[in-house]
């Protein structure tokens, strides 16, 4: 995991803290679905749209003064549509503790200049 290249590197705001402390379950999700439009759109060479999550799961809670990478490979490729898997990774106590706190498998359809599925290049 260490020597992995995130796609993204954000750190929440006080906003995002949700009753319990801990920042919100849909603040992370939004992170995962832009780290993996950027790998789906890479792959398919230009516009994608979410379809589908088929998986989520929030293994451990991200607290305020976290900083998080956002970690997506390519899973699949399908017709028209590309699976992406997508880990979520929490450096706290300055680099000390790295925590897994989310993962999750997201499927992309590539779109055509009318947003309707175009065929993913398989090679
Ligand atoms: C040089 C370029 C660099 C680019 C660098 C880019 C960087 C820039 C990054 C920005 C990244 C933004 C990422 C935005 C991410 C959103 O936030 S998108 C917003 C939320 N999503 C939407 O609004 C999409 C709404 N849905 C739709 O418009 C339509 O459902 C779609 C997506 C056009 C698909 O239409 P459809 O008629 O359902 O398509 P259909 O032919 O039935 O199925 C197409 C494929 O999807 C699969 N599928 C359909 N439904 C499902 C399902 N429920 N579960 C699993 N698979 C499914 C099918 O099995 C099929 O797969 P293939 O067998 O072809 O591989």
Redesign the pocket.
Known sequence: MTNRIPILRVTPGPSDINANGHIFGGWVLAQM??AA??V???RA????????I?RMEFIAPIELRDLISVYADVERV????LGIRIEVVAERDRGQTMVKVTEGLF???A?DDQ???RL?DRT
């Open positions: 679905d832009i439009g950027i789906a759109g890479r060479d230009g516009s994608v749209a979410t379809v589908a088929e399908g017709r028209t549509s499927t992309f359809v779109l947003h309707r599925p993913v």
